[in-house]
């Protein structure tokens, strides 16, 4: 009977035990949720890309961005605690703040605190001098010995650098420091440091500062107060929350906030005795592929190549980039001449690695995408969708299409064609199913698709385009690989739309050509009516202001863009040919250009919708007139503005940014929404006869400032 008893009891208790934690499964998430939303983080902040103050005092950086993601999952609320890293480490230690961002993980300090499962980021630390200091080279390491160098006290990179020295046998004073990096980047510049130990990203132009060598790199991890275990479930199970939403999330705030760093900015001494030995970088190009590359009426290269290489030979803080430029007939041509030894490197260029490792060449990342389309005959769209024995015609010596179909179409049959209008009529006539062409080339041949009816289609793959070179240039390749991650997308589209509208005009100029005697005859037509109205009474005056009024309507249409009814691309041309004019005959001698870019504007459409992307344009564009009411504004482009200072916008030329920026803020401040609030980058560049030999000069070097400043812009907004 006890024993029964027992059993039974021990059976209720059981149940009872079930019963509780079951309402506590169900129950207590919530309570957690509640009180999370509840809780205050107290939160290390040191100035730097991982936590940054703008002169607004908005906050932003790699682990502000980090924090806030977590917050949307937790509720937390930070309180934000400033000092020096070093500082904040030691407050840490003793329990002073809950968590602190950017910390390397090592066996010492896990007495002290806890580190999060997964690593938030790497970062890499560099020895830097000042550029005027030519005691210390980067190609001897030994002109190091017994001088100060400066490393963060308690720091991982410290450590680095204590093994580092020790691996290459150099005696320094090391000089640990409690301050901020802002603070050792002062002491090195007033000679109390001989060198200073600290992230790429503190490196730069602006901080006057040049990279010695990597001495290694470490993950980094978010810390948290010891006995914190509460934060630091939370934190492990938030931070897996977001690698699986995101399994780049890492990479793309490295890419945001990291990216930009001095070191990636310098050639090493052997890649500049390669650029020294060479003088110039041979870049062998196929000719008439446009809006990529072609050969001008004076045997130049034009087309976004250009572009990219101008950018490219100006990226480097310690070196100039010269380019050599050759044109080829086709993309064979110019894998043959690679091969002799004719050019250093080719554009533009697609294969795999195994196609490559055949030719004896190696590839850069791409430089430039572009989608492919299929022209095809308009009767029979469906049925190519549908078909299965698809003969694509192919121009011969194109290996980049040959290589193309291989990867992406390999069961279409190739017929080929000496060039492309061959092809075209190929398709027309039923001896190819389809030809294949990038979409930036598609201007070129538009009017022959439509007198042969033909029509285009989407492929669904795109193509990338890199340079290509000789296997065994080693030094080469290090130097184009790191231009690549210098040059921005955003200068490649640019360029790309840009040559891809200069295919239709001319190609409209051919079609001018072709037709001139019908044409002639359309002109002399219209100017009899005009012969016989002029004798004609008050009846025929008043038909002839009627007909200039719509002359004077289209002439509007031609010239006002009209979204933002400011003056269009076309009507900034012709504005640019009138003051070259006039400079050339001495009537205008200053002159500034401002160029404008609105940021975000992809961002606006995809997320709130084209219209709310109109709105986004016309408020940057009234800032931008109301700001510089004594100048003309042009819209050059989807969401680039140029405006020509002159007169009194000329004379504050100096003062118009300032009121810009106080503006912009004004108007952000005041705006209930995302597309009211214009984010826009601005260069202005003045005319100096000396360095400016035409007016298009002035508003390249502006477009190049806007570039800088949107650099900035990206950094101060993030």
């Not at 050969?295 to 990226?315: C, I, M, P, Q, R």
């Not at 041949?445 to 240039?473: N, P, Q, W």
Request: proline share 3%; aromatic share 10%.
């Amino acid at each position: 009977m006890y024993l029964k008893t027992t059993c039974m009891h021990r059976h209720q208790g059981l149940v009872w035990l079930i019963a509780l934690l079951v309402v506590t499964f169900l129950f207590c998430p919530y309570a957690i949720a509640e009180t999370d939303s509840d809780v205050v983080v107290r939160v290390g902040w040191h100035e730097s890309p991982f936590n940054t103050t703008d002169e607004y005092g908005r906050r932003s950086g790699y682990s502000y961005e980090y924090e806030r993601k977590i917050a949307a999952y937790t509720g937390w609320k930070y309180e934000y605690v400033e000092d020096s890293w070093s500082e904040l480490l030691a407050m840490l230690k003793r329990g002073e703040i809950d968590m602190l961002g950017d910390v390397s993980y090592t066996e010492e300090r896990t007495e002290f605190m806890s580190f999060s499962s997964l690593p938030m980021g790497t970062e890499s630390y560099y020895i830097f001098i000042t550029p005027e200091n030519e005691e210390i080279t980067p190609d001897d390491f030994e002109t190091l010995q017994h001088k100060r160098v400066g490393v963060n006290r308690g720091s991982i990179q410290r450590d680095m650098f204590v093994s580092w020295a020790k691996a290459h046998d150099i005696d320094v004073e090391l000089v640990e420091l409690d301050v901020t990096q802002g603070e050792a980047i002062d002491l090195l510049h007033q000679k109390k440091l001989d060198a200073l130990v600290t992230l790429d990203i503190f490196g730069g132009v602006s901080q006057d500062l040049t990279p010695i060598c990597k001495i290694g790199s470490s993950n980094v991890f978010f810390a948290v107060k010891k006995d914190r275990i509460d934060l630091l479930s939370a934190l492990d199970a938030t931070m897996s929350r977001i690698q699986d939403e995101n399994m780049y999330y890492n990479q793309m705030l490295n890419e945001k906030y990291l990216s930009n760093g001095t070191a990636k900015r310098y050639l090493s001494a052997s890649e500049n005795r390669w650029l020294a030995d060479h003088k110039t970088i041979r870049v062998g190009y196929q000719d008439n592929y446009l809006a990529f590359c072609a050969a001008d009426e004076n045997g130049h290269l034009t087309g976004a190549l250009k572009d990219y290489l101008d950018y490219a030979s100006t990226s480097f803080d310690n070196a100039h980039l010269s380019f050599e430029a050759t044109p080829y007939p086709s993309a064979a041509d110019a894998v043959t001449a690679l091969k002799a030894g004719e050019v250093d490197c080719i554009f533009p260029a697609n294969m795999e690695d195994y196609d490559g490792e055949l030719l004896g060449v190696v590839m850069s990342a791409p430089i430039m995408t572009t989608e492919m389309d299929a022209v095809i005959r308009a009767s029979d769209q469906r049925e190519f969708i549908r078909g299965d024995d698809i003969r694509v015609c192919v121009n011969e010596g194109n290996t980049n299409y040959e290589m193309f179909l291989m990867d992406a179409f390999p069961d279409w049959r190739i017929v080929y064609a000496p060039d492309t209008p061959a092809g075209l009529e190929a398709v027309a006539q039923n001896r190819a199913d389809c030809l294949l062409i990038s979409n930036y080339r598609y201007n070129n041949i538009s009017k022959l698709c439509e007198r042969l009816h033909l029509t285009t289609i989407y492929t669904g793959v795109d193509m990338d385009y890199s340079f290509a070179m000789r296997e065994g240039e080693t030094e080469l390749y290090s130097i184009i690989a790191k231009a690549v991650k210098l040059v921005p997308d955003s200068t490649v589209h640019a360029a790309l739309a840009y040559y891809s509208s200069e295919d239709i005009r001319l190609s409209f100029a051919d079609i001018i050509q072709e037709n001139l005697f019908y044409i002639l005859a359309v002109i002399a037509l219209i100017l009899l009516v005009i012969l016989f109205l002029l004798v004609r009474s008050s009846r025929a005056e008043k038909r002839a202001s009627a007909e200039e009024s719509r002359a004077n309507e289209l002439n509007r249409q031609v010239f006002v863009d009209p979204l933002t009814s400011v003056r269009n691309r076309a009507a900034f041309i012709n504005h640019l040919q009138t003051m070259q004019d006039k400079v050339d005959a001495g009537e205008i001698k200053e002159f500034a250009i401002g160029v404008f870019d609105c940021d975000n504007l992809k961002q606006i459409n995809d997320q709130y919708g084209h219209d709310r992307g109109d709105i986004y344009i016309k408020s940057a564009c009234h800032l931008i007139c109301t700001v510089f009411k004594h100048s003309p504004v042009f819209r050059i482009g989807g969401d680039e503005f140029c405006a020509i200072l002159i007169g009194q916008d000329y004379e504050n030329r100096d003062e118009l940014p300032k009121t810009f920026a106080r503006e912009r803020t004004l108007l952000c401040a005041a705006a209930d929404n995302a597309w009211e609030e214009p984010h826009i980058s601005l260069g202005i560049a003045v005319y100096t006869p000396e360095e400016d030999d035409t007016v298009l000069t002035v508003q390249r070097r502006a477009d190049r400032l806007m570039y800088e400043d949107k650099r900035k812009n990206k950094v101060g907004r993030s």
